[in-house]
């Protein structure tokens, strides 16, 4: 059975050999080049992740995130603009409630909400995003994966 | 009295009926229609066939109008809602896959009984034509409800795993729920769900649901009971509901003007 | 704007769950559950959501057709029917009534069972009629008849909720008969200890408390295993042993020999679990064992239904509720193909062709003399259709050239014929060979009654008029019975064709169209005011007291070797039916599973170097197919599954089709196979 429980066992023990899975999706507005943002994730993170590019953040759908973890990702992680800089007027606003809507849902399914970053980048500071990211990663090393093996 | 006032509840039904296909206002009367000790939707055409309309029992009738209403292009039907049936039908106007002008609902209230078997918080309509209300009551099942709460991520997560993994993918859930009539329902596509299997893929199946339903759902709990494996889905269903109701204090099937925080064009109206 | 529903039952498996067809202006629209039905309370599984849409497909047969030249060309009625009779009727005088054989039909009402099997003996005057059910269960047939006297499921499916302890062995029951899975999870959550024993780790093994896994064909060892421990412990019902059964010295004395360790030698599992499995099963209140195709399908099909039977009996676990035998039929109609004898043995309700005072009240019945001896089996006809000696087939809602084993024999059978005739709703691979092709009704086409596998009668009801030209079974039989001089086809209606059965049936006696209005009947209800009966053997069995069969493991007919290292076993999936003919033109369905895979461990695929999705080859002394392949922890190291719904992929091209000598069923679970990767295209 797919438990959290392994990951309290793992996370006591102090095992340091997880390094997380994680998606990427960031709009192409507040950082186009997904390259860039491969760079801002630390090297052992970057390897295995995939970076998508969407027109905006209200294009991030629950199924992303829901479907990246059935198929073994750890976390999931939404850049958009910041709230009033949205080039569609609402669309981060809309994906911000989306997003926050989802988080609930996986609490109630008893997956950590943390999985699912959400982050409003300011596009001229990319120093904050990166040590923003960075906490993130962190909480998911506390976690742990997302599956066991079964 | 229980019985009297389930005999007395038929023949207003009965009566209310009959006049509106009297007085040919709809082309028919959606409701339940007692065959051999079981209740079945049935289309009442003709006054002669009102004997046999009762108001024992439930299905989901609105999703039966829903679907009549788009094969025919025009006509009006009345339908016997009892009142999760009208949020049904107020949620689906929303989104207009019904046209509220091509349905007279027929408010009926339920019974107390009724009311606690489906765990209802509002088993009654806007306007009571057939019965009389009880007004607001709460026989949700809070103790189940609570159970669910104060179970840590670990337990949450084990619970709701082992669960699922009942599931044979019968599609019982959506296929019930009115609400689900997408024509292109996104658990159908492998993309997202994949084919074949049972029990279905985790946490796609079920949680792809769940999220699609949080703003739609009126708390009928028909999926609960279409269920062959036992999955408590409509508690899920139920403190997703809540989230909302506590974070937005919104809530499906109560008003048609009430738009879904969810969608942008209520944000669009915020800030113009 | 017309919209009605219509209350029926499922025309897939034989849970019997109860359906609303949806109409809308004459078609049919959908389904729904019937909220208070007995067996499914408001619940159906995917293929009853979807039982409408194969109904009204472009595909269904619309008029007769009769081959010309090398091709099947449509003709009308008369024609068609003037032709059977008259070559049946030519036949008959040639060689002889015992020349022509019929296949009836698991998916066709009662009253159509009847009429055909009535034509056969009445009309035609042979015992040469049988059906699927030989293909699956029948060593419960006979073996619960040899162990109780009578061989249906014993107990209900409700009553499954009341069991304290499950046993379920040779069934995947959440995929083949889900609605009854319900009830075991149900009971589960009430706190019943559910064990599954089974060469594969099936889904229910997830909801399972013990999981044990013998290795293929060898559930005589472990069932011997567990009577072994459970007297050892005395775990045993001394009284019901002393009251209620005979020859239990002989078993104490054969089970003796099946000592734990000898059991872990023939078995695989291992002493500890055997016992935990003993003592559940021995010591619970109230146990019910649970099982299908994996326990009949074997060339020891009936010693182990047998087996199980003394399992039982040992543990006085049957004659009370949520106890006892339940074989869980496959077809919606099955049991009620037997109960109206369609078998070469027995008439309705299993009496006896040889039994003096049953031929007396048919022939009286049915004016006619009655043919004697036992007839030929589905398997026995195709040896002699093969020999030469039978040489006219009629084949009612069966398709043998997917469900029988060793497919290519039996084409070259089938084309040996003089003459072949299909009646059915589809064209399949069968009718493709027919000389001659009746359009039949589906079951939402006609009233009937059929009985689920916990011995229930329900009603099917007509929703929508008959498509095309098609006729109902029991129409088209009485009009060929008519055409060959008989006067005792005149049905009008099916209530007519019932009253007849109950009449000659005292099982069914008590039951009436009227009563199955408002509920359905379990038999035996041999009055109109008996209630029907939910379990059997109680008080006493059948035959009186149970009989306790001392029973030697032997192993599979064809057994791995160096040149078939794998074995092959072989069985159904959950989104298909069958041979497919039904589930294959239902959209829902197929898009879940267009084509057949074939289950692998992870650890063969590794040595072979197969990865998930690859094309392969699997080949038998029989034949071979091409099949993509399916990585899962459920099939146990050396054993591949593959299921046989799917004609492209068929498993049935590579089973082998020696039988159990007294049911006559091919060891469909067992056989042995050689593995390659296909060559890329």
Redesign the interface.
Same mark, same amino acid.
């Given at each position: 059975?797919?438990?959290?429980?392994k990951q309290?066992v793992a996370k006591a023990l102090d095992c340091t050999d997880f390094v997380p899975s994680i998606a990427v999706f960031h709009c192409r507005w507040c950082q186009p080049d997904s390259e860039a943002v491969a760079r801002m994730l630390p090297d052992e993170v970057a390897q295995r992740a995939v970076v998508g590019r969407l027109n905006c953040s209200?294009r991030m759908e629950?199924?992303f995130a829901?479907?990246a973890?059935?198929e073994g990702y750890d976390g999931v992680l939404v850049l958009g603009c910041e709230f009033g800089e949205c080039h569609y007027?609402?669309?981060n606003?809309?994906a911000s409630?989306?997003l926050?809507?989802?988080q609930?849902?996986?609490?109630?399914?008893?997956?950590?909400p943390e999985r699912v970053g959400v982050y409003w980048v300011s596009l001229f500071d990319e120093d904050t995003t990166r040590r923003w990211i960075d906490g993130y990663i962190e909480s998911l090393n506390k976690i742990g994966p997302f599956k066991d093996s079964d | 009295m229980p019985d009297e006032e389930l005999d007395s509840r038929e023949e207003q039904a009965r009566r209310i009926s009959g006049d509106l296909l009297a007085s040919d206002k709809v082309?028919?009367v959606?409701a339940l229609?007692e065959?051999?000790?079981?209740?079945?939707?049935?289309?009442f055409?003709s006054p002669d066939e009102l004997t046999g309309l009762s108001v024992s029992?439930?299905?989901p009738v609105a999703g039966?109008a829903e679907?009549?209403l788009r094969?025919?292009e025009t006509?009006k039907?009345a339908v016997i809602a009892r009142g999760c049936d009208e949020r049904h039908l107020i949620e689906m106007a929303k989104k207009k896959s019904v046209d509220l002008d091509r349905i007279r609902i027929v408010g009926l209230a339920c019974t107390v009984d009724e009311a606690k078997q489906c765990h209802c918080v509002r088993p009654y309509t806007h306007e009571v034509e057939i019965g009389r209300s009880v007004g607001n009551v709460d026989y949700l099942d809070h103790a189940a409800l609570s159970k669910?709460l104060n179970?840590d991520?670990?337990?949450?997560?084990?619970?709701?795993?082992?669960i699922f993994?009942?599931c044979?993918?019968?599609?019982?859930c959506r296929?019930?729920c009115p609400l689900c009539n997408c024509e292109d329902c996104?658990l159908?596509e492998a993309r997202?769900v994949r084919?074949?299997e049972?029990?279905p893929?985790?946490?796609?199946f079920h949680?792809?649901r769940?999220?699609h339903m949080?703003d739609k759902c009126v708390g009928c709990f028909a999926c609960e009971?279409?269920?062959?494996?036992?999955i408590p889905i409509g508690r899920?269903h139920q403190?997703?509901k809540e989230?909302?109701k506590s974070?937005y204090d919104y809530e499906a099937g109560r008003d048609i003007e009430e738009m879904s925080?969810?969608?942008?064009e209520g944000?669009?109206g915020d800030?113009s | 704007?017309?919209?009605?529903?219509i209350?029926s039952t499922c025309p897939y498996c034989g849970c019997g769950c109860g359906i609303?067809l949806?109409v809308?202006?004459g078609h049919l629209?959908?389904t729904?559950?019937?909220?208070?039905h007995p067996i $499914?309370e408001?619940?159906?599984?995917?293929k009853?959501?979807a039982a409408h849409e194969f109904v009204e497909s472009e595909d269904r047969l619309h008029h007769p057709l009769w081959k010309r030249g090398a091709n099947l060309e449509t003709t009308d009625w008369d024609s068609a029917l003037y032709a059977v009779a008259d070559r049946l009727t030519a036949i008959k005088q040639a060689y002889g009534p015992d020349s022509i054989g019929f296949l009836s039909s698991a998916k066709c009402t009662n009253e159509e069972n009847f009429v055909l099997m009535k034509f056969a003996r009445a009309v035609i005057g042979t015992n040469n009629i049988d059906h699927c059910a030989r293909l699956c269960h029948s060593p419960t047939v006979a073996g619960l008849a040899r162990s109780f006297g009578s061989g249906a499921m014993t107990n209900s499916v409700p009553e499954l909720e009341q069991a304290s302890c499950i046993l379920i062995t040779g069934s995947n029951t959440?995929?083949n008969h889900?609605?009854i899975? $319900?009830r075991i999870?149900?009971a589960r959550?009430k706190g019943a200890y559910v064990i599954v024993i089974d060469p594969r780790r099936i889904?229910i093994a997830?909801?399972a408390d013990l999981f044990l896994q013998p290795k293929l064909g060898t559930d005589v060892a472990w069932i011997n295993g567990m009577m072994h421990v459970i007297i050892n412990e005395g775990w045993h019902d001394r009284d019901f042993i002393r009251d209620r059964t005979e020859n239990f010295e002989e078993l104490r004395q054969k089970v003796a020999e099946y000592t734990p360790e000898r059991v872990r030698e023939i078995t695989g599992i291992e002493p500890e679990l055997l016992r935990k499995a003993a003592e559940a099963y021995a010591t619970s209140p109230n146990s019910s064992i649970v099982y299908t195709m994996g326990i009949t399908e074997h060339t020891c099909g009936t010693d182990n239904v047998m087996s199980l039977a003394n399992l039982s009996m040992l543990c006085g676990q049957i004659g009370k509720p949520g106890s006892g035998i339940n074989p869980l039929r496959g077809q919606n109609n099955v049991q009620g193909a037997c109960d109206m004898g369609a078998l070469p043995d027995v008439l309705t309700g299993y009496q006896k062709v040889d039994d003096p005072a049953t031929l007396s009240k048919f022939a009286k019945a049915w004016d006619v003399n009655l043919p004697r001896g036992t007839g030929l089996t589905v398997v026995e006809m195709i040896d002699a259709a093969m020999d030469g000696e039978l040489k006219a087939l009629f084949v009612m809602g069966e398709n043998p050239m997917l469900s029988d084993p060793d497919i290519n024999h039996v084409k070259e059978a089938l084309s040996n014929l003089e003459l072949l005739v299909v009646q059915d709703i589809f064209m399949n691979q069968t009718a493709e060979l027919a000389d001659v092709v009746f359009p039949a009704q589906s079951y939402a086409e006609k009233a009937g009654t059929v009985t689920a596998t916990d011995r229930r009668v329900q009603r099917v009801r007509k929703a929508i008029e008959g498509v095309g030209e098609t006729k109902t079974d029991w129409e088209i039989i009485s009009l060929l019975a008519e055409r060959m001089g008989s006067r005792k086809f005149a049905y009008e209606t099916p209530i007519e064709i019932f009253e007849e059965i109950r009449a000659l049936t005292p099982s069914y006696a008590g039951i009436t169209y009227f009563r199955l209005?408002?509920?359905s009947l379990q038999w035996p209800c041999p009055s109109e005011d008996h209630p029907g009966t939910q379990y059997l053997h109680k008080g006493k069995f059948t035959r009186g007291k149970g009989s306790f069969v001392a029973v030697d493991w032997r192993p599979p007919f064809e057994v791995t070797d160096e040149e078939y290292p794998f074995y092959l076993t072989t069985g159904r999936?959950?989104?298909h039916y069958h041979t497919g003919t039904m589930t294959r033109r239902s959209p829902?369905l197929n898009?879940?599973?267009a084509s057949a895979?074939v289950d692998i461990s992870p650890a063969d695929a590794t040595d072979l170097g197969i990865k998930d999705r690859d094309m392969l080859k699997v080949a038998s002394r029989r034949g071979e197919v091409k099949i993509r392949a399916r990585l899962t922890n459920s099939v146990p190291k050396g054993t591949i599954f593959i299921p046989f719904n799917f004609q492209e992929s068929a498993a049935n091209a590579l089973t082998c089709s020696a039988r159990d000598p007294i049911a006559k069923i091919p060891e469909f679970k067992v056989c042995a196979v050689r593995i390659e990767k296909a060559a890329r295209r």
């Open positions: 059975m797919i438990t959290d429980e309290e209200a629950a199924e829901i479907k973890f059935g007027r609402v669309g606003v809309q409630r989306r926050d809507l989802l609930r849902i996986l609490a109630l399914a008893g997956i950590h | 082309d028919g959606l229609l065959i051999r000790d079981h209740v079945v939707p049935n289309l055409t029992g439930r299905y039966v679907r009549l094969k025919w006509g039907i669910l179970m991520m670990a337990e949450r997560r084990k619970f709701w795993t082992e993994d009942r044979i993918k019968c599609y019982g296929n019930v996104r159908e997202w084919v074949g049972i029990p893929e985790y946490p796609s949680l792809i769940a999220f949080a009971k279409a269920c062959p494996m036992g899920l403190l997703i989230e909302l974070a925080p969810l969608l942008a944000l669009l800030l | 704007m017309n919209y009605k529903t209350q609303y949806e809308v202006d629209a959908g729904m559950p019937v909220l208070r $499914s408001g619940s159906l599984c995917i009853g959501w959440t995929e889900p609605v899975a $319900s999870v149900k959550e889904h997830n909801h209005d408002s509920e999936v959950h989104f829902t898009r879940e599973m895979v």
